[in-house]
């Protein structure tokens, strides 16, 4: 495996949840992540829980029309064909993300507490490549 790199993204705390839960083994993007087999994702809710909750692994990120990424990973992706095409109104093609070796952060890491230790930290929109100092906070506090 070529050297990994962490990434930040930020999701729904219900989506969250069911990443934790294993009902949803995939995540899903309008836009592909650049990112290689094997980086850790660190899952940040959304408010109002604003905490980090949980890493996982990708490993595998497939880039297609989107009937392919439906047909291929809808049920993995814990939403409802519907949900799925409001989400991606306007594109088209998507992006799944392959998930594994999901694990929860206990405790999590809350959004104040990140922000006393990695001055200016902001969660992300899309995700965000983490700093070293961003890491390295991270590691620590789990």
Not at 71 to 92: L, N, P, Q, V, W
Not at 93 to 120: F, H, K, N, W, Y
Request: hydrophobic share 35%.
């Amino acid at each position: 495996m070529s050297d990994c790199r962490d990434i930040l993204i930020s999701l729904n705390p219900s989506y969250t949840q069911a990443i934790l839960d294993g009902r949803k083994t995939v995540e899903l993007r309008r836009r592909r992540l650049r990112v290689e087999n094997g980086t850790r994702i660190w899952i940040y809710s959304k408010n109002p829980t604003a905490r980090i909750e949980a890493t996982a692994r990708v490993q595998q990120i497939h880039e297609g029309d989107l009937e392919e990424i439906w047909s291929a990973f809808g049920k993995a992706a814990g939403i409802s064909k519907g949900e799925f095409d409001r989400y991606f109104t306007g594109c088209s093609t998507g992006c799944a993300v392959v998930l594994d070796s999901v694990c929860a952060l206990l405790p999590a890491l809350d959004l104040s507490t990140m922000r006393s230790e990695v001055a200016g930290f902001h969660p992300p929109q899309f995700f965000k490549r983490l700093r070293t100092e961003e890491l390295g906070s991270l590691m620590q506090m789990r």
